[in-house]
């Protein structure tokens, strides 16, 4: 009991200590510092793949906006990427699409030629690329780090006594257990955009702007085609009094001239 009971002291006391060490003022951190990410030596003398996030945007203009477009997508399915967004705009001179496109790193580059072939000029174009290794390296040395404390609490809850041990203990393991998650979703995120380049791709087709004189006559050619069509539709209907008149137009002229 009493070992259990220092044991459990020691624990918390390692945890608070590394709690004010955490720059991210998380309720748990690292209990040895050793423990928490390797030494300079350590990085350098060990081969570390190194891991970056590519994303890249480009603008250009073209001739015609559905061939582009179309040309875009065959290379997404080529290199077995999705497009996680697609917007359309229009406005006046100008329709535009931007498209964003999620593909494998390895592939980033093959689709970018791929989707821009013929395109002469390009209005913006920028690849960044960001080295996350040392974060990376990090966040797996923390997670390891709580999980090898996370199974203590285990273990010492196996060993508890009483009510006042086991409550202690499991609210220490549900601290533990809540930084050990969004860790593991930081990781998650990490290995997403490592794994999975970004390209953003605008392009748009530049449409003549018409005057108001031009746009006028336009209308007024329009609305003069449209009454065309409705006085026909009215002498469609009103065609049996047509012949009517016509009729008695005709037959008062003959009977003037037989008087």
């Not at 399915?77 to 790193?105: C, H, L, M, W």
């Not at 913006?124 to 923390?142: C, G, H, M, P, Y």
């Not at 393991?173 to 390209?199: A, H, M, N, P």
């Not at 006028?216 to 539709?233: A, E, H, P, T």
Request: net charge neutral.
């Amino acid at each position: 009991m009493k070992h259990l009971t220092k044991y459990l002291g020691l624990i918390i006391l390692l945890t608070i200590f590394g709690c004010s060490q955490n720059p991210d003022n998380t309720s748990m951190e690292m209990v040895d510092e050793e423990m928490v990410a390797p030494t300079t030596e350590q990085k350098t003398t060990e081969a570390v793949e190194r891991k970056l996030i590519k994303e890249g945007r480009v603008e250009f203009e073209t001739d015609n906006l559905n061939s582009t477009r179309q040309t875009i997508f065959e290379a997404v399915k080529k290199f077995n990427g999705y497009v996680s967004s697609d917007q359309e705009y229009k406005s006046p001179g100008r329709r535009s699409n931007t498209v964003i496109i999620r593909v494998p790193a390895d592939n980033f580059d093959r689709l970018l030629s791929d989707a821009t072939q013929g395109v002469e000029k390009f209005e913006s174009k920028a690849i960044n690329v960001k080295d996350v290794t040392e974060e990376f390296l990090d966040i797996q040395a923390r997670l390891k780090t709580k999980k090898e404390l996370e199974q203590r609490f285990i273990d010492l809850l196996k060993e508890a006594k009483n009510v006042t041990e086991v409550l202690e203990i499991e609210k220490q393991t549900g601290q533990l257990r809540s930084d050990i998650e969004s860790i593991e979703g930081r990781l998650k995120y990490l290995q997403d955009r490592v794994s999975f380049s970004t390209l953003t791709m605008t392009f748009y087709e530049s449409i003549p702007n018409e005057t108001k004189f031009g746009q006028k006559f336009k209308n007024g050619f329009r609305n003069g085609w449209d009454n065309l069509i409705w006085f026909f539709v009215v002498l469609t209907n009103i065609w049996p009094f047509i012949l009517i008149g016509l009729g008695l137009i005709i037959g008062i002229r003959i009977y003037r001239r037989k008087k």
